[in-house]
Structure formats: C-alpha cells, structure tokens
C-alpha cells in the first residue's frame, strides 16, 4: 500500500508542478492509469510473498536433501572400510586356501606313492610266499599296510612258543623279500583264542602266549635271518582282536595266529605334518 500512496502522491505533484488545469477527460485517465498501477502493485506484492514462500519451502527441502545427504555419506564411509576389510580378509583367505590345497596336493602324492609301494610289496610277498598260503598263511592290505598273516600250526607245535622247521622256511622267504625293502618297518603281533592256557609252565595265560610267540618270530628273523633289529616292534595282543568271532575249532584256528605288519615308511609325510 506504501507503494500505492507513493505513486498517486507522485502523480498528483507532477499534476500541481505543471500547472495545468486537467481536462475531466485527462484526469479520468489519469484515475484509471493509477488504479492500473495499484492492481499491479498489489499483484507484485502478492508474487513477492509467493516468491518468499517457496524460497523459504526450498530452503528447507535443500537442508533436508543436506542431512540425507551427510547420513548417506557416513553411511558409505562405513560401507568402504567394512569393503576394505573384507576385500583384506578374501585375499588374506584366498593366499591360506592357496597353501591349504598345495599341501593337499603334496599330502596326497606322498599317499599315492605309499599306496604304490605298499601294492608292489604285497605283490612281492604274495609271489614269495605262494608256497605257504594253502598251509595257513594270508597277505592282504588294511590302511595302507601290509599284514602278514600265519596261522599257529604253520608256525608252532600246539602250545608251543619254539619255531618249527615248516614256520621257519616261510619266516625264511619272508625275510628274503624284507632284507631287500629296506624302507618297511615291521610290527611282529601274537595273537590268540579265547580258551584259557593249561599246563603250559612259565606261560601264565593268553597275554604270556601271544607275547612269547612274537618274541619268538622277532628273535628268528633278527638273529637267524639278521634283519636289522631297529626295524622292528615285538608286540602281543592277546584274545582281544579276533578276526573270527564264532567258538568253532576253524574260528578258533583263525584266531591264533600271528601278524607281521608292514608299514613304509613315512618320513616325507610325516615332515610334511610337522611343518
């Protein structure tokens, strides 16, 4: 409205300065050109309060807009060091996974060669031993070993702890094949049916037999056959590890027996382990 007031007044003193007397036809118009100009004042103020309206609405959407703005950055700031230490920990888990399957791969050719050695072996004493597997006598694999299986009567007298001659010439071509295999230690195992021992003198019971058995077997083939005494293990097992079950006198045969056990030797492997 000051606006208006001051555009009249304005009027009306170039009027006065003029000194012209106004025709009615004049001073209309100039009534009209005021009231014109009021209209547009009034339409240009209520433009500005519009204007500062929405200056003051944006204002407030960019410091809205801002503050998402700023969550949204320290949110990818935190997302970036969570990638960075996961990216670290892959490549951290990538090299371990690398070295993993490297030792594997290292792990399984040591095994492949034992698996080899231990087949060629057995072929070896199968051919050597051929002779005594009608009498009593077995070689087979069990977890990458060779076991050596003698039933007792191919090995002693009933009752007996003392080596008979047929035992002695299987222990014979079996120490002809391990004197050439320089790299397999033995484990020389007694073992025995579930019967009590009777009237056997100094042997007390079943752990006593099977025991003096292995020693038996051990003495023959380090002192006769001079197979290197390091290489070998002298143990008894008793009853306790039947292969046959049943309480028939063919179970029971099956039982007594004894087990030299042949195992390469594992030196790589074991160094790869302990690595």
């Not at 009567?153 to 047929?166: A, H, M, N, R, T």
């Not at 143990?235 to 004894?258: C, V, Y």
């Amino acid at each position: 409205m000051k606006i208006k007031h001051l555009l009249l007044a304005a009027t009306l003193m170039m009027a006065l300065h003029s000194c012209v007397v106004l025709s009615p036809k004049k001073y209309k118009a100039l009534l009209a050109e005021r009231d014109s100009l009021s209209t547009r004042t009034v339409s240009l103020e209520s433009e500005k309060s519009q204007l500062m309206a929405d200056t003051a609405r944006l204002h407030g959407q960019i410091a809205k807009l801002n503050g998402n703005y700023s969550e949204l950055d320290k949110k990818y700031n935190s997302l970036d060091k969570n990638y960075s230490a996961s990216s670290s920990k892959v490549t951290e888990l990538s090299s371990d996974l690398q070295k993993r399957e490297a030792r594997l791969k290292e792990v399984e050719e040591i095994l492949r060669k034992r698996d080899e050695a231990t087949n060629a072996l057995k072929d070896k004493l199968q051919k050597a031993l051929l002779g005594f597997q009608q009498s009593g006598l077995s070689v087979d694999i069990r977890n990458g070993k060779v076991y050596v299986s003698l039933t007792d009567k191919l090995l002693f007298p009933s009752g007996s702890i003392v080596i008979d001659e047929k035992g002695k010439q299987a222990l014979k071509s079996l120490a002809a094949v391990l004197n050439k295999e320089a790299d397999i230690n033995i484990a020389v195992e007694g073992h025995t049916d579930n019967k009590k021992v009777k009237n056997l003198g100094q042997i007390k019971d079943n752990w006593d037999l099977s025991v003096l058995r292995s020693t038996s077997v051990t003495r023959y083939l380090t002192e006769v056959e001079m197979i290197d005494p390091k290489r070998l293990t002298a143990t008894g097992k008793g009853e306790f590890q039947p292969i046959d079950t049943g309480e028939t006198p063919d179970a029971l045969s099956k039982n007594r027996r004894i087990e030299i056990v042949l195992t390469p030797k594992l030196d790589e492997l074991y160094n790869l382990i302990t690595k």
